[in-house]
């Protein structure tokens, strides 16, 4: 990802050494809280500025699981659809951890 280099470190130190400590190194990232990866992050910026592809770079070089999810499939008039919906999600990332669930177009339909 070419002139994101402050980005890419930021998100190495933060996120990516994080996942990997704590996939070789159980016992290390239960002694330190600084050890542990983040429970999420938040990507914001205009459309078409990159945050998918920075994501799916994220997860491919954290060697984690990228679900891509479209807000407009969270929502549905019915009512419980959507929370069983967000459950399915959260379910299927907890069977292929480390997982990185990406929510796409978050703000175009929550204002």
């Known amino acids: 990802l070419g002139g994101c280099d402050s980005l890419i ?6 996120i ?3 996942l990997k400590i704590t996939n070789e190194h159980q016992s290390l990232v239960r002694a330190s809280a600084l ?5 999420g992050v938040l990507l914001y910026g205009p459309p078409g500025c990159g945050k998918t ?7 491919r070089a954290a060697e984690a699981t990228f ?6 499939i969270l929502t ?3 009512y419980g659809e959507s929370q069983k919906l967000a459950a399915a999600v959260f379910s299927l990332a907890e069977k292929f951890q480390p997982t990185i669930i990406f929510i796409d177009e978050i703000g175009e339909d929550w204002g």
């Open 53 to 59: 592809l920075i994501a799916k770079a994220l997860a």
């Open 76 to 78: 549905d008039k019915w």
């Open 9 to 14: 470190e930021e998100l190495n130190d933060r």
């Open 35 to 39: 050890l542990s990866p983040p429970k």
């Open 67 to 72: 679900i891509n999810l479209q807000i407009s």
């Open 16 to 18: 990516i050494l994080p």
